[in-house]
């Protein structure tokens, strides 16, 4: 006979390991990807797979030479920040800024803070932060979905490439026109005509001003083709359609629970809508807010990182709506059209302390308050 | 734009002075008169923080000693007698010197001699294991080798021996603090005199079950047979629920109960080498111990193995 | 829909392989130790010393206090010695040790097997008989019955509850007693009503014993004020808590007694073993034993007497299998492993589950990665996560305030980690010290 195994109670364990959940996460992500794939090409699987790769080598070589740990890569967390990454940027973007990104979100948002399970920010956005703000240019150059399919993905990317393929997001055609006013001289009469541009104006693809320049622009693209993904955007929030399969995914495998994406899309709904209703010549309709902008990719997979989310219900809801006012205070006004990365950055910071303050209800207390 | 930015300068400027100038009278109002020779004694206390002293740090301890008449319960082990002396100055008191300490293992149940007889496989630390079970050998007294007592040394005096998996203090940087005595849940650790040149003879064992019931348990526990008493010429030796136990103060550190020890309980530590007689060399197994000199204490050991070959031969 | 208790829990797999196996009674052992420290509070004294020849039912050991209990020889012999014998604690702790022989039962023991339904004794009579023989919470907590009947006065009992859940995976000897000895459990129970003076009992059993439930349904209607409830399959639906507001919807305060809202729970095992003493004047010393596990060939149901070897029903249910890897005291939720297959049968055994080596090890350990499921599993409310984390770091004042006493052990949060940490091994260490520094701080 063996020797006998002597441990504290529970003597059985549920099967779940935290590999299983990261892969559960990935296999999530997929249905997104092949979207991403389907509308930008070979574009999407090189910053894929490039972002993954430099995660993963990068979390190996720091675990292994600078913090002389046994590496834990086959934990396949490190897969999950280069598949979110890799989401969260343009499907053009130059490797070389994957790479660095990769290195920044690995090392400083979380290695730094002593691997998995330390990090107070989620890597993956803080990787994406950085790479917003030292590469604005790349980082908001959106090439038009179909347009660069399978072409053009081997050649580095000059300025003039970028003009020629880049479209805007929705937000960022709303953001940069509505509000502002267009003067123009009617040559007729030598009057000026003084027009604030509304929602309504953009829908129906009539005014843009570039510089001073007064020209018709592209209808901003239909709800269904929100739904698919058929629009401008980073690669892995362009299709709501794949993203909430994968949320149904992860619903039913219990990775997580529906609170934060629902506390995050109620209350960017609610706020947005509130504000709508307030003058909706100035303030887009809220289910646009949520089609667009990366806001379900965030809510489903950014917001729900385990390590940088809240413990208990109640300090999820003040996390999930806290995120949902501030993306919509960022898009409406702030000077980024997209706030929802921020938004989660920002509350993030705040997790320690909403559960140091917000306990889950323990059983017996109110009772025994009460008394 | 630059008026701004002044703006911006100023105002900052303005809260920050009138913040400042309240955090001075909050200061001034709430500060507490304290004792100055309190810091004096800080200052030459270790700064350890270790707790040896009974009190929450080196400050509890020197406001405890500046408020006492008496100084003779307070010591800091870490310091010393040249420390309290130095505090007594300061005020103006006297104390005693004490004898310095040294944390000692008493139990030798490497797996070689207590064999294991099922897997623990909870949380990773001894006091845990103590609330559960009797540990994985047949002794539940001895070590459980899990290394709490190294986790709380502050004074990295304790290391974990890979092969025998039992503790190992490193007289040289024990400072007779007494955390690792605190936390052993089997009241393993003792702190003894630490005699000339480090010289030590104690029983290693807390093993008090019956002799036959020790014995099979662990090849090397003491069995309460009372030889060593016999032959103690200074009655340092006090069986009590089968097992034995040397006064460190009586013991005059002779050795005579090493020798008769059945079992090989009593070891002797840091004594040289002594003359083996050509037939006890059979029975009598070497129970010289070094004190090492850290974890790698390999060549120490190979050294000392040296030694009693030359002696024999 | 069912009733369950509202926060938390899990659903660990089932097992319950002997749910079919009808109770054998396992027979005589050679020699059988019985600890005298059976139960929760203070340990018996022997009265009993080598050479004394004992009948089955005889008093060996003494209660030594209120919260204490009788030990009754489960054997007639001779007792061999007394001594320190290693027990389900994982400690040698003093037995009883007797010789078997024969089979001989102390005179005043009723061993006809009929029903006797109507009581003739008291209240005080039989709270008096209860503690008399020795009886404690057969669930598993070992409880000394009669000081969970005994009301402290300005209290008042409405509704006792009776603990059919059997929550814990594997084991199943509540289920059996339900199914053979549900007339004389429903005698026991009115028996502790009219101790209690309470008119309501409702019989909590979850929903995986459907027989059971319609069984007792078709019965109580012999026995007024007796209800029986279906519950969830949820574990720890058997926490006295948990139980309580799952039946009766009220909230034990944390730090409360289940009676600070009117309520009393008993195991139904408990409820025929005060049917066995109140009726019958037989004293607690056998009981039902589930012996079960995956590997095992015979998985059984024995009656067992107290003291007992656990190699003895081993063999009786076909050897110890091959691959076995830890044997556990108790369900594997709360149960204990044991270091020896050597000890004996206590009042608080339900079970013996023998794991195979496959299952007996732990998950591997990884850090938290801060998922929050043990916060979502706990029965409790409490945050195991944090606990585990003070615990570890020592720090017993905020272990405190984080409600670390309210911890009711269930396993809830080690069962689910996905990063296997062991948060139970701490939270019970944290406890501990914790419930030390509360007592020290009341003295
Ligand atoms: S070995 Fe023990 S007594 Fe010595 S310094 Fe370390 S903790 Fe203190
Ligand atoms: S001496 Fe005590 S604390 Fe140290 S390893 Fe042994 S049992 Fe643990
Ligand atoms: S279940 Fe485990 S990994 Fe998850 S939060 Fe709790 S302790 Fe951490
Ligand atoms: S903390 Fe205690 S009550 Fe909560 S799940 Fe863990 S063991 Fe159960």
Aim: aromatic content about 6%.
């Amino acid at each position: 006979m063996n020797k006998l195994f002597i441990s504290p109670s529970p003597h059985v364990y549920e099967d779940t390991t935290v590999k299983r959940l990261m892969f559960d996460v990935v296999i999530a992500l997929l249905p997104a990807l092949v979207f991403s794939i389907y509308f930008f090409g070979m574009g999407a699987i090189i910053v894929t797979l490039t972002a993954v790769v430099s995660c993963i080598a990068f979390e190996w070589l720091i675990q292994k030479f600078i913090l002389k740990q046994e590496p834990s890569i086959t934990d396949g967390s490190a897969l999950v920040t280069g598949i979110l990454l890799a989401f969260n940027v343009p499907s053009n973007l130059p490797i070389w800024i994957i790479i660095i990104g990769s290195l920044v979100a690995i090392g400083v948002g979380k290695m730094s803070f002593g691997g998995l399970g330390n990090n107070p920010f989620n890597p993956a956005l803080v990787g994406r932060v950085f790479m917003l703000i030292s590469f604005p240019v790349q980082m908001t150059s959106w090439p038009i979905p179909g347009v660069t399919r399978f072409t053009n993905w081997l050649k580095p990317i000059s300025a003039a490439d970028l003009d020629a393929v880049t479209g805007a997001t929705p937000l960022g055609i709303i953001g940069n026109n509505v509000g502002k006013v267009l003067e123009k001289i009617d040559v007729a009469t030598g009057d000026t005509l003084r027009h604030t541009v509304t929602i309504q104006d953009i829908y129906n693809g009539q005014v843009v001003i570039n510089e001073e320049v007064v020209k018709t622009f592209d209808q901003v693209p239909e709800y269904a083709s929100q739904l698919l993904g058929n629009i401008g955007g980073s690669i892995g929030e362009i299709s709501a359609i794949a993203l909430l399969i994968g949320f149904a995914y992860l619903l039913i495998r219990k990775v997580i629970t529906w609170h934060i994406p629902v506390s995050i899309i109620g209350s960017v709904f609610l706020f947005a809508g509130v504000l709508h209703l307030i003058n909706p010549e100035y303030y887009i309709a809220p289910e646009f807010h949520l089609l667009t902008g990366g806001l379900l990719l965030g809510a489903i997979f950014m917001a729900t990182d385990y390590v940088t989310s809240p413990m208990s219900v109640k300090g999820i809801w003040v996390y999930g709506i806290g995120i949902g006012l501030i993306t919509v205070s960022i898009r409406v006004f702030g000077v980024y059209p997209e706030g929802v990365s921020f938004a989660i950055l920002i509350m993030n910071a705040f997790v320690p302390l909403i559960n140091m303050y917000i306990k889950p209800k323990r059983f017996g207390e109110e009772v025994k308050n009460g008394q | 734009m630059s008026t701004t930015i002044l703006f911006t300068v100023i105002s900052l400027s303005a809260i920050g002075s009138i913040a400042a100038i309240i955090l001075y009278f909050v200061a001034q109002k709430f500060k507490v008169y304290e004792d100055p020779r309190i810091d004096q004694v800080e200052e030459i206390l270790p700064a350890a923080n270790c707790g040896g002293c009974g009190y929450p740090g080196c400050r509890g301890f020197a406001e405890a000693m500046v408020k006492a008449d008496d100084l003779s319960p307070f010591y800091c082990p870490v310091g010393g007698n040249e420390t309290m002396t130095q505090a007594a100055e300061i005020l103006g008191k006297a104390v005693e010197a004490k004898d310095p300490l040294v944390a000692v293992i008493r139990c030798s149940g490497s797996p070689e001699h207590r064999k294991r007889v099922n897997t623990y496989d909870g949380a990773s630390t001894c006091v845990i294991v103590s609330g559960l079970y009797s540990g994985e050998t047949g002794c539940q007294y001895g070590c459980h080798g899990l290394g709490d007592c190294v986790d709380v040394c502050d004074f990295e005096a304790i290391y974990m021996d890979e092969e025998t998996g039992l503790p190992v203090v490193i007289d040289d940087n024990c400072t007779a603090c007494g955390a690792c005595v605190k936390e052993c849940p089997n009241d393993i650790i003792e702190l003894r005199k630490k005699n000339k040149k480090d010289r030590k003879i104690f029983v290693s064992c807390v093993n008090i079950d019956k002799g036959g019931i020790a014995k099979k348990a662990c090849e090397v526990a003491c069995i309460g047979c009372k030889a060593c008493v016999k032959v103690c010429a200074y009655d340092a030796i006090t069986v009590e629920n089968f097992l034995a136990y040397i006064d460190p103060n009586l013991c005059k550190l002779c050795r005579k109960c090493v020798d008769v020890c059945p079992t090989n309980s009593i070891l002797e530590i840091n004594f040289p080498p002594r003359k083996v007689k050509v037939e006890a060399t059979e029975t009598v197994e070497t129970k010289k111990v070094e004190t090492p000199v850290g974890p790698t204490g390999e060549n120490e050991k190979k050294e000392n193995d040296n030694n009693i070959i030359n002696q024999e031969g | 829909m069912l009733k369950t208790f509202p926060k938390g829990g899990v659903h660990p797999a089932e097992g319950k392989y002997s749910a079919n196996s009808v109770i054998e009674k396992l027979s005589l052992p050679k020699t059988v130790s019985i600890p005298i420290a059976q139960h929760i509070g203070a340990p018996s004294k022997a009265i009993v010393a080598k050479g004394d020849k004992v009948k089955v039912g005889d008093k060996i050991a003494e209660s030594t206090g209120f919260v204490s209990a009788n030990i009754h020889s489960s054997v007639s012999g001779t007792v061999v010695k007394v001594d320190k014998v290693l027990d389900s604690t994982g400690y040698k702790r003093p037995c009883v040790i007797i010789d078997v022989e024969g089979d001989e039962w102390n005179e005043s023991i009723d061993r006809s097997i009929e029903l006797k339904k109507e009581i003739s004794l008291t209240d005080k009579e039989i709270i008096q008989r209860i503690n008399e023989s020795g009886i404690v919470g057969l669930g598993g907590a070992t409880f000394p019955s009669h000081v969970k009947l005994s009301v402290p006065d300005g209290k008042k009992i409405d509704v006792l509850i009776i603990n059919g859940v059997e929550c814990e995976p594997y084991l199943t000897s509540d289920h059996r007693l339900m199914l053979e000895k549900a007339k004389e459990m429903l005698v026991g129970i009115q028996i502790i009503m009219k101790a209690l003076s309470v008119n309501l009992a409702l019989i909590g059993i979850e929903n995986n014993k459907p027989d059971a439930i319609s069984h007792l349904q078709n019965l109580v209607k012999d026995y007024p004020g007796v209800e029986v409830h279906a519950l969830k399959v949820q574990y720890p639906q058997g926490g006295e808590k948990q139980l309580i507001k799952a039946l009766i919807n009220r909230e034990v305060p944390s730090g409360a007694l289940p009676l600070n809202v009117g309520a009393v729970v008993h195991n139904v095992g408990t409820a025929f073993a005060v049917y066995e003493a109140v009726q019958k004047n037989k004293p607690l010393f056998e009981r039902i034993v589930t012996l079960t596990g995956k590997s095992v060939k015979k998985p059984s149901n024995f009656m067992v007497r107290i003291g007992t070897p656990v190699t003895e029903l081993i063999e009786a249910a076909g050897g110890l299998p091959e691959d076995t890897g830890k044997v556990i005291n108790g369900g594997p939720m709360m149960g204990k492993a044991l270091n020896s297959l050597e000890v004996p049968v206590v009042k608080g055994t339900s079970g013996i589950l023998i794991m195979p080596v496959v299952l007996s090890a732990r998950k591997k350990e990884s850090d938290c990665i801060r998922c929050a499921k043990c916060v979502s599993v706990c029965p409790q409310g409490l945050e195991p996560f944090l606990l585990n984390k003070l615990a570890q770091l020592g720090k017993n004042d905020k272990l405190e305030t984080n409600a670390v006493m309210d911890c009711i052990e269930c396993g809830s949060c080690s069962y689910t980690c996905p990063a296997g940490l062991p948060l139970l091994d701490y939270i019970r260490l944290g406890k501990s010290k914790v419930s030390q520094i509360i007592r020290s701080r009341k003295q």
